[in-house]
């Protein structure tokens, strides 16, 4: 499976990766003459086109489509690296966020307090054994009584979990604020003493004014020296939506999260502010949008009913009458497996639909590469342990909004 070669051309095919990317990329890896690269041709017509010859394979960009043929093991080694270089970037980050506050800038802490990933593990074994004691203390007042007081368990339960865990983090509410990033790009082999003495030095400060931005900066490269590659500032500008509170948490987690049962609330971690620009973070938000559109929460809280109570009914209905035979544990088995697994094809489902919501608003580029930096290097999995994953594989989504692109495009 060529899945880096073949995520590159669909990110060509999108405009996330433009050809000068790949020519900058190509005169890179020249430079380290590492991956047995002979000559490379270029082609200046109306659109440019390039020709890489490798010792054990090759390599062309035309008409905005990538191709690679030969050896297909080391073909991917290179396109790895080559997505590296135009999407993620080389090198160790050193990231520091600020709250522009007017003439101060704030500084966000980024030491997590708690996980922004909601635990369904911790939630689904409350629920059941809430389930089983439920029926335990009710079946005698009959069916009707008993299934309806665990769907109201079911639903309280993932609702006070859900909130629960929201309220316990540490969070800032950033609807359309600016938001500061001083990024110092430092070389892999970066020496650990002075990697330690920057992060030292990053973490003392609280807050600057604008003025003392500049002796920030200066600060970091007299520790850093020449070890520092570059420092960037970048002003990352937090969309404002109305009816829904975006807030920020310190979590070391690439991650975004929404809520939508007692009021609208899209949750997003520091490292992803820290890992994507404005504009793909702008896409992530409305990929969480698309959650709250589409109403994803209450389809997942559907599900979870469901299985609760036919999970209930076999345990103590079923299993009971029927005896408990090979037949009877079988069923239940499989309908446990069933439920597991259909739960996360729904959960992929409703992830396709949420990045279709923001493509339609005009994120194309930037959710591609949001979707890559997020999950690089893990951008594909075997077709079995894709049935149990809760997110369609990057590579999967990729062809998703490429496949809807041309849709738009064609209609």
């Known amino acids: ?21 790949i020519v900058r990329s190509l005169n890179t890896n020249a430079e380290k003459n590492g991956n047995g ?6 082609s200046l017509n109306s659109d440019i086109s390039v020709e890489a010859y ?14 690679i043929r030969g050896d297909w093991r080391k073909a991917e ?9 135009t999407v993620i970037g080389n090198g160790k980050k050193l990231v520091m966020l600020f709250r522009d506050e007017g003439e101060e800038y704030v500084k966000i802490p980024t030491r997590p307090g708690s996980s922004i990933t909601m635990n369904p593990a911790v939630s689904f074994i409350t629920s059941s054994i809430l389930t089983l004691i439920i029926f335990l203390l009710l079946t005698k007042y009959g069916i009707l009584l008993t299934l309806t007081v665990v769907i109201a368990q079911v639903l309280l339960t993932n609702i006070a979990y859900t909130y629960v865990s929201f309220l316990r983090m540490i969070k800032l509410r950033v609807n359309g604020s600016s938001i500061i990033k001083v990024t110092a790009t430092l070389p892999i082999d970066v020496p650990e003493d002075t990697l330690t003495r920057l992060i030292s030095y990053a973490s003392s400060i609280r807050s600057i004014s604008k003025n003392q931005l500049a002796l920030l900066i200066s600060g970091l490269r007299a520790i850093g020296g020449s070890r520092i590659l570059n ?11 109305k009816g829904v509170n975006v807030y920020l948490v310190p979590s070391p987690e690439c991650n ?6 007692i009021n609208k609330v899209i949750v997003v971690s520091t490292k992803l502010v820290a890992c994507l620009n404005e504009d793909e973070l702008k896409a992530v938000i409305h990929h969480e949008l698309g959650h709250i559109a589409n109403k994803d929460t209450y389809k997942a809280l559907a599900a979870s009913v469901a299985y609760s109570l036919t999970s209930a009914v076999m345990l103590l209905y079923v299993i009971p009458r029927a005896g408990l035979t090979i037949v009877t544990i079988t069923a239940y088995a499989l309908i446990a497996l069933l439920a597991v697994v259909t739960s996360l094809a729904l959960s992929r489902i409703n992830e396709t639909k949420a990045d279709l919501y923001a493509l339609s608003r005009g994120y194309k580029e930037s959710l591609a590469t949001a979707l890559v930096k997020v999950t690089y290097p893990s951008i594909h999995s075997s077709l079995v342990k894709r049935i149990f994953l809760s997110h369609p594989t990057t590579l999967s989504r990729i062809n998703a909004i490429l496949k809807m692109t041309k849709r738009l495009n064609e209609g």
């Open 54 to 67: 490798f010792t054990r394979f090759y390599l062309a960009v035309t008409n905005g489509s990538l191709r």
């Open 77 to 85: 080694e290179f396109s790895k690296i080559m997505l590296r270089d």
């Open 1 to 21: 499976m060529r899945a880096y070669s073949k995520l590159l051309d669909s990110l060509m095919k999108l405009g996330s990766i433009k050809v000068s990317d």
């Open 256 to 261: 975004a999260v929404s809520l939508n049962l």
């Open 37 to 42: 690269l002979l000559y490379v041709v270029y």
């Open 231 to 241: 420092i960037s500032i970048e002003r990352v500008l937090v969309p404002s939506i």
